[in-house]
T-cell receptor, first 114, second 117 residues
Framework: QKEVEQNSGPLSVPEGAIASLNCTYSDRGSQSFFWYRQYSGKSPELIMFIYSNGDKEDGRFTAQLNKASQYVSLLIRDSQPSDSATYLCAGLIVPSGGYQKVTFGIGTKLQVIP | KAGVTQTPRYLIKTRGQQVTLSCSPISGHRSVSWYQQTPGQGLQFLFEYFSETQRNKGNFPGRFSGRQFSNSRSEMNVSTLELGDSALYLC????????????????FGPGTRLTVL
């Protein structure tokens, strides 16, 4: 079992709709989670991070974390064609006495249809 | 401030050869992490360096090695290349190392696309 699981997609949504991207993780020691966006042929860029249970909103993006159920999600409201990209979920694990380790999911490809 | 730079951007090698990739972090950043990205496995962590010391290592064979210099520039070496090593190699820099519960944003470079024939 991968430490961070994502459906690779593609996830297709019409322009203006809400895109919902999900991620589950296996290590209960995971402390923080990140959502990166990667356009085709480009490197990943951080769009959101969350470390507390609940929701965190930033513009059209909302990250949700549920530590009891071990899932993280990213909602994109009013989806635009420019949001079409691969979204990578990553978890930060800091093992006892060790250094942090960032583990990425395989990424979900989002397609926003005009 | 200049971003993370990686050289070369593209590389074609044959099986059995070795390769060295270079990464220059953002000025002032002392943490450099290396990742391998493939369509089937996604982004996989190779290793992280901070102040010339390897702090963490992923599950890759010993053919993959790295180092960091006093100016924080980092190199990654892959010896005895295999076809399966074909991938995009990304490095990411951060202004501080991971600590208990700390959040440190990583800034990725453009990557080096390695093709092994």
């Amino acid at each position: 079992q991968k430490e961070v699981e994502q459906n690779s997609g593609p996830l297709s949504v019409p322009e203006g709709a809400i895109a919902s991207l999900n991620c589950t993780y296996s290590d209960r020691g995971s402390q923080s989670f990140f959502w990166y966006r990667q356009y085709s042929g480009k490197s990943p860029e951080l769009i959101m991070f969350i470390y507390s249970n609940g929701d965190k909103e930033d513009g059209r993006f909302t990250a949700q974390l549920n530590k009891a159920s071990q899932y993280v999600s990213l909602l994109i409201r009013d989806s635009q064609p420019s949001d079409s990209a691969t979204y990578l979920c990553a978890g930060l694990i800091v093992p006892s006495g060790g250094y942090q380790k960032v583990t990425f999911g395989i990424g979900t490809k989002l397609q926003v249809i005009p | 401030k200049a971003g993370v730079t990686q050289t070369p951007r593209y590389l074609i090698k044959t099986r059995g050869q070795q390769v060295t990739l270079s990464c220059s972090p953002i000025s002032g950043h002392r943490s450099v992490s290396w990742y391998q990205q493939t369509p089937g496995q996604g982004l996989q962590f190779l290793f992280e360096y901070f102040s010339e010391t390897q702090r963490n290592k992923g599950n890759f064979p010993g053919r993959f090695s790295g180092r960091q210099f006093s100016n924080s520039r980092s190199e990654m070496n892959v010896s005895t290349l295999e076809l399966g090593d074909s991938a995009l190699y990304l490095c990411a820099s951060s202004d501080r190392p991971g600590g208990s519960g700390s959040y440190n944003e990583q800034f990725f470079g453009p990557g080096t696309r390695l093709t092994v024939l």
